[in-house]
């Protein structure tokens, strides 16, 4: 048993250059591994997702549809609203939402749905619906992806009953590796934020003799807005 | 059990027929897996520092028992009373619930399936789909044996009233528990990050919302960057249960940002060895490129035939035959590499190009080595050898046997006992043979033709 | 249709490694393959110093009776133009496993790697090696036809026997829903681990009786013993023959496991009767010709 948590660490790499038959300080190897950290190369992107500027907004609908969300297109924000308040009513929610800072949703012309009573910060446990913003999308799986921090809280997107997300057209792509450089221009390279959650669908689990249920501990519907 | 693999199979089928660029993608996946394992300490030492760089720390676990006590040791450190725990086979493979149980702190599983195995004090019996061998019912039946407190004249004979049940029940524990814990299917170099995917949402209800996330993963689930896990997710979901994508992937870097509402305060990833470095050298290396999609199993008649328990491993199935002997050792586990007819399904659909019939085979060859197989078999064998390298002895004994067995048979045609092969003739009657062999007739024509 | 050899020239010579099963259990097989290669232009030699492939040794893990039996073979046939089993298993042995087996062995890896290269399953050897297009002969009925795990991936073998079948008068062909799932055989498997090998095998017999064929075909004489083992035991009735029997039109013998004579009982009466159609008919079509 290792005395230390270095005596720990120093066993197990230890183990791995002997069984590799390598010597610590390698130049060539790592000079390999700085390399692909540093370039990041793509593999094959599927051709699906390659597609021309109007299809991703077609193909990321059509998936998103397919996986069980509710996905409607918007010309504007006061769409949008309109959008968010008439869908609580359909699922029969009280005009009750928990949404962040984001300043795109803080944005819409939320007194044209004076009812709607916004609350702000984290998700508490008795919110029934949220809504964030995607930063961004990748239409080869109808995949949104969002990102922690005070503009959107990652509970937004787990502890309601139901889950808005608005994304802008302009921000859907084709694939992951797309939807990963925006997320490197925002952030930096080599880093994300604390949680990125990529979703395509609402929460659903298949263990019950392979019966697809809906709501499994994540928000039963999913209700996706695309903004442009 | 063999309807409920057939979905798998159809709906594997289905997704890899949708995604032309399934199999170009096997081959870079195999290539980035290889390159990162034999890059691994260097893949590691980069991880090691984004964690790091993130706020977060990093604890090695040189094996099982090193890595129940990091955890414990976690857990007492910030005063656990009630762990949540997403799905994570390594946590199964090191026994951590157990051990954390006997130190006083609940812990609850939140996969559903892992959360009804854990009622029922089972192992999962498929690494994807924990209780494929349980129907409603008996779920029904657990359900009402573990929630005493709700009323008794509730419906819960349809699975959405299980889930709902399940949710229930579940919400009152994420809400409430002090740690998190999860296990990770990749871990990425490039940003420090570990990457968990459910369909339920349950391991980021796990890794948001209690004070501590902690991450059990072993050391091969690295890759070095986004893109290699993008690779890999496009392989992963389709493998597993025939959809494009799980519902949720989530990329987790570390504990709360300055100015985050939520996460945790504290994140930790320990990284478990096991086993893992060993292989790196050994003739078992290739498993290392595993991601856990579950397809081997779905394919495999044994499996089919037998289910997960009957494994006796918390890894069943083809790549459970491999891994288990690694973990437990030969003696051990010496039946799982053995009860495999080698139809090679697994190794035709594991996105991975893993030879897992191959590595199955080189586990005989230590087992045959070490005198493990049962003497009957060790002699058969040895007396099959010894005639089958002397072809003049073979004929004469085989000539021999063949009319023996032929005039037994008789005018029925097949052999309803035999002494010796009882495990043949338990199930099936065994074809008489024709009663010359055919070196025999062959040679007797040739010498008529002369 | 007839493609005797190029004038003066002579077909390709092979040797053909008979396998044990075949040796042992039914040479008729053996016969078969040879009338077929035959007839596709080939010189056959059938090498007297031949017993097995090794498989057994191989997949029981014992690696050093496994290399001295590859050894053996490989001295035995490497003098011939191509070596051709009627067994997926053993000529996947060969073609797969024996480079594996001989890699480090510095004056037979190449020489396992030679053999590998032009050792075939039958099937595959007489469409893709020989060009045969058909068959003259005739089977009357419904069939259905099992691919043997390492004739499908190990060899690739897959439209083939099935090519061949199609040319066979008075057969019509039914694909088995699970065409491609293990029968449960697997050598020694089958006698160490019997209670999933029955499993198995029950799976694929149960889709055997979903075609509603009066036969089962398979190039694999394992494969074929372990189904028909159990088709003898369950009484079900069905015909089990190696594929080159059918092809050579050389079915006047017993199905593997069927009785001698007449009996009672549903399946063998009918099996009976209808293999003396054939064989009038066979008769009366002449011997299996047709090449490229």
């Known amino acids: ?228 | 059990m063999l309807n409920v693999k057939r979905g798998f199979i159809d709906k594997r089928r289905a997704a890899k027929a949708k995604l032309p660029e399934f199999d170009r993608l096997r081959a870079e996946a195999r290539e980035l897996k290889d390159h990162t394992l034999s890059h691994l300490d260097l893949y590691l030492e980069a991880f090691e520092r984004k964690v790091i760089e993130s706020g977060g720390q990093v604890h090695y676990a040189p094996d099982a028992a090193e890595a129940r006590a990091i955890v414990l040791q976690l857990c007492q450190e910030a005063g656990a009373k009630l762990v949540t725990k997403g799905k994570s086979m390594v946590s199964e493979e090191i026994g951590l619930n157990a051990h954390l149980k006997a130190a006083g702190i609940e812990v609850v599983e939140t996969d559903l399936g892992e959360y009804i195995v854990q009622l029922r004090g089972e192992m999962p019996s498929h690494i994807i789909a924990p209780v494929i061998h349980l129907n409603k019912e008996t779920i029904e039946a657990d359900f009402r044996r573990a929630h005493q407190r709700l009323p008794h004249g509730r419906r819960l004979d349809q699975a959405q009233y299980l889930v709902a049940e399940a949710r229930q029940m579940l919400r009152e524990k994420f809400l409430a528990a002090d740690i998190g814990i999860t296990g990770a299917n990749l871990l990425i170099a490039e940003t420090g990050s570990a990457v968990i995917v459910t369909n339920e949402g349950n391991g980021d209800l796990t890794a948001a919302l209690p004070r501590t996330h902690i991450v059990v993963a072993s050391i091969e689930k690295l890759v070095p960057t986004l893109e290699d896990a993008a690779t890999i997710l496009r392989l992963l979901a389709r493998s597993a249960t025939g959809q494009e994508i799980t519902t949720y992937t989530t990329f987790v870097t570390g504990p709360r940002r300055e100015r985050d509402p939520d996460g945790p305060d504290a994140y930790h990833v320990v990284l478990l060895d096991n086993g893992r470095s060993e292989m790196l050298g050994n003739e078992f290396a290739d498993m290392l490129r595993c991601i856990r999609c579950g397809a081997c199993l779905n394919h495999c008649p044994v499996y089919g035939g037998i289910g997960g328990h009957a494994y006796g491993s918390v890894y069943p199935g083809p790549m459970g035959a491999v891994l288990t002997p690694q973990l437990q050792g030969i003696d051990r586990a010496r039946d799982l590499p053995n009860a495999s007819s080698f139809c090679g399904r697994c190794e035709s659909v594991c996105p991975m190009d893993i030879p897992l019939p191959n590595m199955m085979r080189a586990w005989r060859e230590r087992d045959f080595a070490r005198g493990n197989p049962p003497l009957s078999e060790r002699l058969a064998l040895k007396l099959w050898a010894y005639a089958a390298k002397r072809p003049r002895l073979y004929r004469l004994l085989a000539a021999i046997a063949v009319r023996n067995l032929a005039r037994r048979g008789g005018a029925r045609g097949s052999l309803r006992t035999l002494p010796f092969v009882t495990a043949w003739t338990g199930t099936r009657d065994l074809p008489a043979p024709q009663g010359r062999t055919f070196q025999s007739l062959y040679a007797r024509a040739q010498s008529r033709k002369r | 249709m007839n493609s005797t050899p190029v004038q003066g020239k002579p077909g390709p010579h092979v040797g053909l490694f008979v396998t044990c099963l075949v040796d042992l259990f039914r040479p008729s097989v053996g016969f078969a393959a040879i009338k077929l290669l035959e007839a596709g232009g080939a010189q056959v030699e059938v090498p007297r110093a031949q017993t097995c492939c090794g498989q057994p040794a191989y997949n029981s893990g014992d690696r050093k009776n496994a290399v001295a039996i590859a050894k053996q073979v490989i001295e035995t046939f490497e003098r011939f133009d191509y070596v051709v089993a009627p067994s997926g298993s053993c000529a996947g042995m060969l073609r797969l496993h024996y480079p594996r087996l001989l890699a480090d062995d510095p004056d037979y890896a190449e020489r396992a790697e030679a053999i590998a290269a032009k050792s075939y399953e039958l099937t595959s050897f007489l469409v893709g090696v020989l060009g045969l297009k058909e068959v003259d002969a005739t089977y009357v009925g419904t069939v259905t036809y099992h691919d043997s795990c390492s004739s499908l991936r190990e060899l690739g073998v897959k439209e083939a026997p099935r090519k061949l079948l199609l040319s066979v008068a008075g057969l019509s062909l039914v694909e088995l829903a699970e065409s491609e799932v293990c029968c449960g055989f697997g050598g020694a498997f089958a006698v160490k681990y019997p209670e999933i090998s029955t499993a198995i095998l029950d799976a694929k017999l149960h889709d055997i009786e979903g075609t509603g064929a009066k036969a089962v075909l398979s190039g694999d004489l394992g494969c074929l013993m372990q189904i028909a083992g159990r088709i003898a035991r369950e009484n079900a009735g069905i015909e089990v023959r190696h594929v080159a029997e059918v092809l050579a039109g050389m079915t006047e013998d017993p199905a593997i496991a069927a009785p001698r004579q007449k009996r009672e009982g549903n399946g063998q009466r009918q099996a009976a009767r209808l293999q003396k159609s054939s064989r009038r008919r066979a008769r009366r079509c002449g011997v299996a010709k047709g090449v490229a």
């Open chain 1, 1 to 228: 048993m290792a005395a230390t948590a270095d005596d720990a660490r120093k066993k197990i790499f230890d183990r791995i250059r002997a069984a590799l038959g390598v010597a610590s300080l390698d130049r060539v190897r790592k000079a390999a591994v700085e390399r692909r950290l540093a370039r990041h190369p793509r593999g094959t992107i599927p051709a699906r997702a390659k597609a021309s500027r109007e299809e991703p907004i077609a193909l990321f609908t059509d998936m998103l549809r397919k996986q069980g969300a509710d996905v409607l297109r918007v010309a504007s924000g006061k769409e949008a609203v309109a959008a968010i308040a008439s869908y609580l009513g359909t699922c029969n929610l009280p005009p009750r939402l928990r949404m962040g800072k984001d300043p795109l949703l803080a944005a819409l012309p939320w007194r044209e749905a004076w009812d709607i009573e916004r609350n702000f910060g984290a998700a508490e446990a008795n919110d029934r619906a949220t809504l964030s913003r995607a930063v961004t999308a990748a239409a080869e799986t109808g995949t949104l992806f969002l990102v922690s921090g005070p503009d959107n809280p990652t509970t937004l997107n787990f502890l309601p009953e139901a889950h808005s997300v608005l994304v802008a057209a302009s921000d859907i792509v084709g694939s992951y590796e797309e939807a990963f450089d925006r997320l490197r221009a925002i952030y930096g390279e080599g880093r994300l934020p604390r949680t990125l959650n990529l979703i395509s669908g609402p929460s659903r689990t298949a263990d019950i003799e392979q019966t697809i249920v809906r709501g499994a501990h994540g928000p039963r519907r999913l209700h996706v807005l695309i903004l442009g």
